[in-house]
C-alpha cells in the first residue's frame, strides 16, 4: 500500500519526526506512579491499546520491587495474549565490515585498522546462505556497514543471490536488511527485490550526545537517519525496524523518543514499526567507548525497557540478539520480546568459514556475543522452556505487511494464521534439519499446541498439513 503522505512533501527535518523539547519535558513532569497510578497504568496497558509519552514517562520511574514485578506480570500477560508461546528465529548474515563511518563504540569504525576488511562476493554470499539454509534457517538479516560500494545495487544483488539459494527443499524465504539509511530514490528501487523489513537504529535520539558518537561520515547527519522511514514507507517498504543503542546516554530519555518515534509512523502512515530492537552495547575490538559505555543500563533496566516496550507498543515485535546472554534471552522472552537471532555470527564469512559451534574470534566480530548456542540447541531449550520456535514467512509472502498485518494484528485475527504456521515450519524443521533430542521435545510440543488452535476447521486443516509434511511435501502455509 501506498501511504497517504507522498513523496511530494517528503519530510526533511528531524524536528518534524521528534519533539526532542516535548521528550525532556515528559520526563522533568514525571514522577514515580504510586499504588494507584500504577493500577491505572497497567490496567491500561493489559488493554493492549498501548501507552501514551506520559504514561511511560512515569513508568521509568518504578523501583519498588513489589511495582516492578507488577510491570513484568501485566507484560508478560500482553506478550502472552498477542504472541502466545510463538519465538520467531533468524541468523544476521554479515555482508560487509567497510565502513567509512566512525561511530565511536563499533569494531567496523573506520579508525580501527586492524580489522580485516571483506565485502563478500554473490559467491560468498551464496555460501553462507547454503550453510544456514543446511542448519534449517528460513529467515535472514542482511548486515552492512556504510560504504558506497554497499549501495542500493549491490543490496538487490544480494538479496535475488539469497534468494535464489537453494538446498534440497530448503530455502531462505524472508531476506530483512539492517544498513544504513537510503534516499527515497534508492527504497524504490529495493521493493521490487522482495525484502521484508528494513532495519535502521536511531542508536541515540539525543542530538547531542549524537553528535559526539558520530564524528564524521555520512552517519554524522542526525536529520537523515531520522527522517528513513519518511523516504522508506512512501517507496512501499512498510515493515520497518526501529532501535536504539541502550548504553550511549540516559536509556529513559532514549526510550521515550524511540516510542514517539513509533507514534509518530503509526500516525503519519497509519502503521507503526513492524520491530523495535533493543542492543545493549557490547564490548568491541579496538574500540573503547564500547567497553566502557558512557550510560551502561543494568540487567534491571534492561528487562524494565522490555517490559515496558512490549506495554507501550504491544503489536511491534521486540527482537533481541545474541548480544545477551541465554539466561537474559530466556527471562526477557516472558517479558516480550518476540524475535531472537540464533548461532550468530557477527562477521562477514563467518558461517561458511568456520564450524558455528566455535566462537567467533574477537577480532573478526562487529562486537562481543553473549549467546554462543547454535541453534538447534536454542530450539531445544525454547522448547524445554514451553515456547513454539516458529520459521513462519506466510504474512509477508502473502502480502499481509504494513497496515494489512496490522489490521488482523489488532483485533487478534492473525492468530488465525501465527499458531498453524508455527507449527508447519517448525514440523519442517524437525522433519529435515533437527537432532534426535530436539526433534522428540519438538514433536510434543506441536501435538500440545495444535489443541491450542481455537477455529475446528483451522485445527483440523493444520493437522492435514502436518501430515503432509510427514508425507514429504514442504513450505505449506496459511
Ligand atoms: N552500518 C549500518 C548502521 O550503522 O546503521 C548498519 C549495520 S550496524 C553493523 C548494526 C547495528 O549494530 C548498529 O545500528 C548498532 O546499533 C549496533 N552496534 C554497533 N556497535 C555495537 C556494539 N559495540 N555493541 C552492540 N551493538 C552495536
Ligand atoms: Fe559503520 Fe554502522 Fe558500525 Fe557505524 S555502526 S561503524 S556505520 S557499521
Not at 299 to 311: G, S, T
Not at 312 to 326: K, L, N
Request: aromatic share 8%; with cysteine.
Amino acid at each position: 500500500m501506498v501511504p497517504p503522505r507522498e513523496m511530494a512533501s517528503l519530510v526533511e527535518s528531524g524536528k518534524q519526526v521528534i519533539d526532542e523539547g516535548r521528550i525532556t519535558e515528559a520526563l522533568r513532569a514525571s514522577r514515580e506512579p504510586d499504588e494507584s497510578r500504577l493500577a491505572d497504568l497497567l490496567a491500561k496497558a493489559r488493554e493492549r491499546k498501548g501507552l501514551s509519552l506520559t504514561e511511560v514517562a512515569d513508568l521509568v520511574h518504578l523501583r519498588r520491587p513489589e511495582h516492578v514485578q507488577a510491570l513484568y506480570e501485566a507484560a508478560a500477560e500482553v506478550k502472552q495474549r498477542i504472541y502466545g508461546d510463538r519465538v520467531v528465529l533468524f541468523a544476521p548474515l554479515y555482508v560487509s565490515n567497510e565502513c567509512v563511518g566512525n561511530c565511536l563504540y563499533c569494531g567496523f569504525r573506520r579508525d580501527n585498522r586492524d580489522l580485516k576488511r571483506q565485502t563478500l562476493t554473490q559467491e560468498e554470499i551464496a555460501s553462507e546462505v547454503l550453510w544456514l539454509i543446511e542448519h534449517g534457517y528460513k529467515r535472514l538479516l542482511l548486515v552492512y556497514g556504510e560504504t558506497p560500494r554497499n549501495g542500493v545495487a549491490s543490496m538487490v544483488e544480494a538479496v535475488q543471490t539469497v534468494y535464489a539459494t537453494h538446498s534440497g527443499a530448503g530455502e531462505i524465504r524472508r531476506v530483512n536488511i539492517n544498513a544504513a539509511p537510503l534516499s527515497h530514490e534508492d527504497f524504490k528501487a529495493l521493493q521490487p527485490a522482495g525484502i521484508g523489513t528494513y532495519q535502521v537504529f536511531q542508536e541515540t535520539y539525543h542530538r547531542e550526545t549524537y553528535a559526539r558518537m558520530h564524528p564524521c561520515g555520512p552517519k554524522a547527519d542526525y536529520d537523515w537517519r531520522v527522517t528513513v522511514w519518511d523516504r522508506c514507507i512512501p517507496a512501499g517498504i512498510d515493515d520497518v525496524g526501529l532501535g536504539v543503542l541502550l548504553g550511549l546516554t540516559d536509556w529513559r530519555w532514549d526510550l521515550l523518543a524511540l516510542l514517539d518515534h513509533a507514534r509518530y509512523l503509526d500516525e503519519t502512515y497509519g502503521v507503526g514499526p513492524h520491530t523495535i530492537s533493543v542492543p545493549r552495547l557490547e564490548p568491541a575490538f579496538n574500540t573503547p567507548l564500547a567497553t566502557n559505555p558512557p550510560a551502561p543500563v543494568s540487567d534491571d533496566e534492561f528487562r524494565k525497557i522490555v517490559a515496558i516496550v512490549r506495554l507501550a507498543v504491544p503489536y511491534t515485535g521486540i527482537i533481541m540478539s545474541t548480544r545477551e546472554s541465554p539466561d537474559m534471552r530466556r527471562e526477557c522472552l516472558r517479558l516480550g520480546v518476540s524475535q531472537i537471532s540464533a548461532g550468530s555470527r557477527v562477521s562477514p564469512g563467518g558461517y561458511a568459514e568456520v564450524d558455528a559451534e566455535e566462537n567467533a574470534d574477537f577480532d573478526e566480530a562487529q562486537f562481543k556475543v553473549g549467546d554462543h548456542r547454535g541453534l538447534d540447541e536454542i530450539m531445544r531449550d525454547l522448547c524445554d522452556q514451553g515456547y513454539l520456535p516458529s520459521f513462519c514467512t506466510a504474512c509477508y509472502r502473502a502480502g499481509r505487511t504494513g497496515p494489512d498485518f496490522m489490521a488482523l494484528a489488532k483485533p487478534g485475527e492473525i492468530h488465525n494464521f501465527c499458531l498453524p504456521n508455527a507449527l508447519l515450519t517448525f514440523k519442517e524443521y524437525l522433519l529435515d534439519y533437527a537432532t534426535p533430542e530436539t526433534r522428540a521435545a519438538g514433536e510434543k510440543v506441536i501435538w500440545d499446541n495444535l489443541d491450542k488452535v481455537e477455529d475446528e476447521q483451522v485445527r483440523r486443516v493444520a493437522e492435514e498439513r502436518l501430515a503432509a509434511l510427514d508425507a514429504g511435501q514442504r513450505d505449506v502455509y496459511f
